[in-house]
């Protein structure tokens, strides 16, 4: 993924090395998080876009 956004001279945010996913936040389908979990991940790439 690294690699794809180089190749179009974009900036690559990685929400799971460090991982930025707390488990208590994610719901019971196990591939969403919640409102809380959405705080997290913004956070990330916000500071990512830095």
Known sequence: M????AS??????????PN???PSKVIADKGHVN????TPMAERVETALR
């Open 2 to 5: 690294q690699d794809a956004a």
């Open 8 to 17: 179009v001279n974009a900036k690559y945010v990685c929400l799971i090395e």
């Open 20 to 22: 930025v996913i707390d």
């Open 35 to 38: 409102d809380g979990g959405h």
